[in-house]
């Protein structure tokens, strides 16, 4: 089972995005990641291995190191235990004396900034071993963008798997994994990517056996 937080924290004029996560038992690792201006400033991971497999026990503990782990770095930054150098801000980002707040379209849209491509649409899948490789651009200039979290799921699968990486430095995220048995109605692939408050997704229906998704 996987859990998660997202925090924003300010200190001083500046806004830090915090978020923690379960990297899934696959991996058995916390990892907190502080961003800013879409820049990673900060990383904390620490491995769980000590509660696999995980029952309802297990999941309780690691819920509360979860949090621990969150509240810990979200109250060293608004203390200044933990210092960050932000990095700065584009002349067209800074806000004129008398700009307006943002509107919630401009939130809109920055959150669904990414395009999201497979780029092996067409062989992705081979037998039941899938194998996604996967591009996150942003949507205004085709950026490559790095240090992007790329999530990978079946929606309609018997059991609820999320699969995780980050893209390297070309923007660019594979992720490998065996197929989950199919339950629902409508299964799908679903890929998602995110960087601060910045998100794109990528959806594909799939078919009782899948061999070229479709969309």
């Known amino acids: ?3 998660g937080h997202n925090t924003d924290v300010k200190a001083g004029e500046t806004v830090f995005h915090v978020q923690t996560e379960d990297r899934g038992t696959a991996n058995a690792l916390i990892d907190t990641t502080v961003y800013c201006r879409g820049c990673v400033l900060h990383r904390r991971t620490n491995n769980y291995s000590d509660l696999l497999p995980l029952d309802p026990g297990c999941e309780e503990v690691l819920r509360k190191r979860i949090d621990d782990q ?3 770095v979200t109250e060293e930054i608004r203390s ?3 210092h960050l150098v932000p990095p700065p801000m584009a002349v067209e980002e800074k806000p004129a004396a008398n700009q307006a707040e943002p509107t919630a379209q401009a939130h809109a849209e920055a959150a ?3 395009a999201v491509e497979l780029i092996n649409a067409k062989s992705w899948l081979a037998g039941s071993r899938a194998n996604l490789h996967v591009a ?3 949507k205004q200039n085709k950026e490559a963008v790095v240090g992007a979290l790329v999530t990978a799921r079946i929606d309609g699968a018997a059991d609820v798997t999320e699969f995780s990486t980050e893209t390297g430095a070309d923007g660019q995220a594979r992720l490998e994994f065996e197929m989950p ?3 629902g109605a409508e299964p799908a ?3 998602e990517a995110s ?3 910045s998100k794109g997704q990528l959806k594909f229906q799939l078919r009782a056996r899948p061999r070229v998704p479709t969309a």
């Open 189 to 191: 692939l679903v890929i």
């Open 1 to 3: 089972m996987l859990f």
């Open 136 to 138: 996150v651009l942003r």
């Open 112 to 114: 669904s900034a990414f």
């Open 70 to 72: 969150h509240r810990a």
């Open 181 to 183: 048995r199919l339950a």
């Open 195 to 197: 960087l601060a408050d």
């Open 80 to 82: 200044g235990a933990l």
